[in-house]
């Protein structure tokens, strides 16, 4: 299928679907705003891949100036893979920059985690890249199953009830910031996008990765399947419940001025 076309899908079959939740998010939680440099991040996934292409529209469309960067950063991709990410960049119209790094030869001798170092590194470098390039936001790929999923990861294994923000100032990069434009795209239509216009994606590419079948987000995203078998709005429900906290009836919580708890006030 041409370049027009994949794009011109987004328009039309997955209009709904995909291009109007891009917006809603966009304009739901502000993520862009006249004047913005923008580094969308491409891993060469479905997800990213599929951002890219929403932002090289929104640049032909955007109400307000902005400007956009399509990069790629190679963590050690084999030249197939590598092969494969350019290829489909060039299919899809967009205008990649690349750079190399060497985060899978760090992350491969790591026993413990070594997916969060990864991700920790992977962050780290795109900010870095971004900033040499001018620009002040960072684009990611996240999209609404990825959000429900690290909810219940979170309760599950880390005991503790916190989200994947649609947005987030960068700690260590002063003016920068994150954001998921992907926020309310359910991942059934972004393969049903990838599907519908013959395309082939880079899956993850680490080797560790691989070995890892039974991951903690598999299981929990086999989960979810299940349970939304019996109740379709499960996952919904589990995306409402971190918009809907009530404060007075949770034990406790942090902020920035520490820890807080339900008895800290219970005899006023």
């Not at 409402?240 to 009836?249: A, G, K």
Request: charged letters at 25%; proline letters at 3%.
């Amino acid at each position: 299928m041409s370049e027009n076309a994949v794009l011109n899908s987004l328009h039309t079959e997955f209009a709904r679907t995909i291009t109007r939740n891009f917006s809603k998010a966009i304009e739901e939680y502000s993520l862009l705003k006249s004047g913005d440099k923008i580094c969308v991040c491409i891993s060469g996934g479905k997800d990213s891949m599929l951002l890219g292409e929403l932002f090289r529209d929104l640049e032909q469309r955007a109400a307000f100036p902005v400007t956009v960067r399509y990069l790629v950063m190679d963590p050690g991709y084999s030249e197939e893979h590598y092969a494969l990410i350019k290829s489909n960049a060039k299919r899809l119209g967009l205008p990649i920059e690349t750079f190399r790094t060497e985060i899978f030869k760090h992350t491969e001798n790591t026993k413990n985690n070594p997916c969060f170092l990864c991700s920790k590194m992977r962050r780290g470098h795109l900010y870095s890249k971004a900033r040499e390039l001018g620009c002040n936001k960072i684009a990611l790929g996240h999209h609404f199953d990825d959000v429900i999923e690290s909810i219940l990861m979170g309760m599950i294994y880390g005991g503790q009830t916190q989200t994947m923000l649609p947005k987030l100032k960068a700690q260590n990069y002063t003016g920068m910031e994150l954001i998921r434009p992907l926020y309310f795209v359910r991942e059934r239509d972004i393969i049903a996008w990838r599907d519908v216009n013959d395309l082939r994606f880079l899956q993850c590419a680490c080797r560790l990765t691989k070995q890892q079948d039974g991951s903690k987000r598999q299981l929990v995203k086999r989960l979810i399947a299940r349970l939304s078998e019996e109740n379709p709005q499960v996952a919904q429900n589990i995306f409402r419940s971190v918009h809907n906290v009530r404060l007075d009836r949770i034990i406790s919580y942090k902020d920035a001025l520490g820890e807080h708890s339900f008895l800290d006030d219970y005899e006023e």
